[in-house]
């Protein structure tokens, strides 16, 4: 806060004080910088699951993976695409690879689902000829990470 003090009460300067008060600025930034912290984690994910936690190092690939997720009812998805049964399933896998079967195929499964669901849509991607199938979970420190399946 700018304010000016006099020496003396017989000394009276009537100046203008010329200094800029930032403290309305600093809050500002700070408040906004607190709602983008917040708000970006909300971004990055598709449907929300609870993942499993590891210690899986974080794989670096330059084309983005395609996300299959199973959420706790047992649903597919991929991306944020609802697919159905294994089916479905594929025809939205390959439309999204455009039938490239060299592209990353990322499984994340909530934790309360069976690991018979899981390996059964892991087999059924491995099947189709996606080779490059990994599992995703959430390592301790609280990043995702994948470890490569079969």
Same mark, same amino acid.
């Given at each position: ?14 100046? +203008?004080i010329a200094d800029i008060n930032v403290t309305p600025?600093?809050? *500002? /930034?700070? *408040? ?10 909300? /971004?990055?994910? $598709?449907?929300?699951?609870?993942? +499993? =936690?590891?210690?899986? =190092?974080?794989?670096?690939d330059q084309q983005p993976p395609i996300v299959v ?18 089916? $479905? ?21 909530? =934790? ?9 849509? /892991?087999? *059924?991607?491995?099947?189709? $000829? ?5 599992? *995703? ?5 609280? =990043?995702?990470?994948?470890?490569p399946g079969r």
């Amino acid at each position: 806060m700018a304010f000016a003090l006099r020496k003396h009460d017989s000394e009276f300067d009537a100046q +203008p004080i010329a200094d800029i008060n930032v403290t309305p600025l600093v809050d *500002v /930034m700070l *408040v906004l910088l607190i709602v983008f912290m917040v708000a970006a984690p909300l /971004m990055t994910a $598709g449907v929300p699951v609870d993942l +499993p =936690k590891t210690q899986a =190092k974080q794989l670096n690939d330059q084309q983005p993976p395609i996300v299959v997720s199973i959420d706790a009812a047992g649903g597919y998805f991929v991306d944020k695409r609802e697919a159905g049964n294994t089916d $479905g399933l594929l025809a939205v896998l390959k439309e999204n690879s455009d039938n490239n079967k060299d592209r990353r195929v990322h499984v994340r499964a909530d =934790k309360a689902v069976p690991y018979g669901r899981v390996a059964e849509a /892991m087999g *059924v991607i491995n099947a189709a $000829g996606y080779v490059k199938v990994a599992l *995703v979970s959430e390592s301790a420190g609280g =990043k995702s990470a994948s470890s490569p399946g079969r």
